[in-house]
């Protein structure tokens, strides 16, 4: 049977850049890598926060990329 293993996880956070020409929302990310495996939903959502209140834009979302191994 296949075991799933996660190796590493990396945030996104993502940022109001504004509205383009067409009126539609435009978004920049900041992405950190390296995020401990073990950070809770909770500790990654309190980061996020106090490094959006050091921004002049407004945070929008909060992504999280887990890369898993895939083994025998």
Do not use: C, W
Not at 15 to 37: L, Y
Not at 57 to 65: D, S
């Amino acid at each position: 049977m296949a075991q799933v293993h996660l190796t590493s996880s990396r945030i996104s956070l993502i940022f109001d850049n504004g509205v383009n020409e067409n009126g539609k929302p435009v978004t920049k990310a900041k992405s950190f890598a390296n995020v401990a495996v073990s950070a809770t939903p909770d500790a990654i959502r309190q980061f996020a926060a106090a490094y959006a209140s050091l921004q002049q834009k407004a945070l929008v979302r909060v992504t999280r990329t887990d890369l898993n191994d895939i083994s025998e």
